[in-house]
Every structure is written in C-alpha cells, then in structure tokens.
C-alpha cells in the first residue's frame, strides 16, 4: 500500500456512511452542517480519502440512526472473526444494495406501507431479474 491509497477499511466505512447517508434521504451539506465540517469532508469520509476520527463516527451514527458497529458490517477479511457473522449470501445481499439504484430499491420496499405491496415489488424484481433477453 502506497502512502497515497485509502485504506480498505476507511473506504468500507466511508461507503456504509454514504448508504446510510442516502438512504436517510440525506445530503452531504446537510450532514455536514450536522457535523460541523464542510461537505466537501464528508465527500472525503465517504470515499475513503480522509479517515474520520471516532468521535465525529460516533455523532454520525447517532445523526443517521444507526449504532456505530453498522459501518463496519460486512467488513472485507472479517469472514473468519468470532461472533454472529451474516452468512456470504447475505454479505453479496447488502453489497449489492451498495449502490444508487439498490438505496432507490430499498427505500421503495421500506416505503411499501403493507405486505401485499412488498410482495408485489418483490415479486416484480424477480420478473424483471428472470426476463429472457
């Protein structure tokens, strides 16, 4: 590792700040402002260029309401760690969901204020997934 590359870990951590950022349906500014830095911090946080300290980890996760384990879930390498480790499926789950549209996939599901319309876009995700080209 050069002096210049981003850990793994800050940008495992930076990436789970900038999913739950998202799907919280809340801006870089807004965060920042929350946080006290500029957004062009969070920017850095969140790409793993800058490694964020434990306390401001710590006020991010009580702004985006998640405990501060939650940045570090499915951290790369952790496999093998004792404790109650997510299944690989469930891993490649979450990594999946790591993007724009996976964020925009989960917000609808939580959205969907009854079962039957859970299961309806489940259902359509599969359809589509399942089409023939």
């Known amino acids: 590792m050069t002096r210049r590359d981003p850990n793994y870990i800050d940008v495992h ?8 950022r998202q799907l919280v349906s809340m801006s870089q500014e807004k965060l920042g402002e929350l946080l006290g830095i500029t957004f062009q911090q969070v920017q850095k946080y969140e790409k ?3 490694r964020i ?3 401001r980890l710590y006020y991010a996760s009580k702004i985006l309401g998640v405990p501060v384990q939650a940045f570090f879930e499915d951290l790369p390498g952790s ?4 404790g109650f480790n997510e299944p690989a499926e469930d ?3 979450m990594s999946s969901l790591m993007n724009t549209e996976g964020i925009q996939l989960a917000k609808a599901f939580r959205d969907a204020d009854n079962t039957t319309k859970r299961k309806l876009i489940a259902t359509m995700a599969r359809a589509i997934v399942d089409m023939k080209d």
């Open 48 to 50: 793993g260029t800058n």
């Open 53 to 55: 300290s434990a306390s």
């Open 91 to 93: 891993n490649n789950v």
């Open 13 to 20: 951590v930076g990436s789970r700040i900038r999913m739950r």
């Open 79 to 82: 496999e093998g760690d004792a």
